[in-house]
Nanobody, 115 residues
Framework: QVQLVESGGGLVQAGGSLRLSCAAS????????LGWHRQAPGKQRELVGL???????NYADSVKGRFTISRDNAKNTVYLQMNSLKPEDTAVYYC?????????WGQGTQVTVSS
């Protein structure tokens, strides 16, 4: 059974940093690409960034230069380092993997950035 568990969210002031984790079980993250998504109240879920099997990353323009995705294969965990946070980054953040003809999502972790 595939399970993704996000952690690391919280309340932070604008300009601060947080690091989110996405720990996986039942699947080897190094064999699949993984995306970080977020959904703010009243808005559609959007892709924040992704890490490919090769380890290369891509980011939405809104977070480019501020957010960094990395992967620890030994821990089977992907991280989202978020720096220079802005109030508009406030959202529930999810990690997701497409594997074995299914899309797997974590439960989400709340990030709130105060001004």
């Amino acid at each position: 059974q595939v399970q993704l568990v996000e952690s690391g969210g919280g309340l932070v002031q604008a300009g601060g940093s947080l690091r989110l984790s996405c720990a996986a079980s039942g699947i080897r993250l190094s064999s699949y690409g993984l995306g970080w998504h977020r959904q703010a109240p009243g808005k559609q879920r959007e892709l924040v960034g992704l890490i490919l099997v090769s380890g290369s990353t891509n980011y939405a323009d809104s977070v480019k230069g501020r957010f960094t995705i990395s992967r620890d294969n030994a821990k089977n965990t992907v991280y989202l380092q978020m720096n220079s946070l802005k109030p508009e980054d406030t959202a529930v953040y999810y990690c997701a993997v497409s594997a074995r003809a299914n899309n797997y999502w974590g439960q989400g972790t709340q990030v709130t950035v105060s001004s």
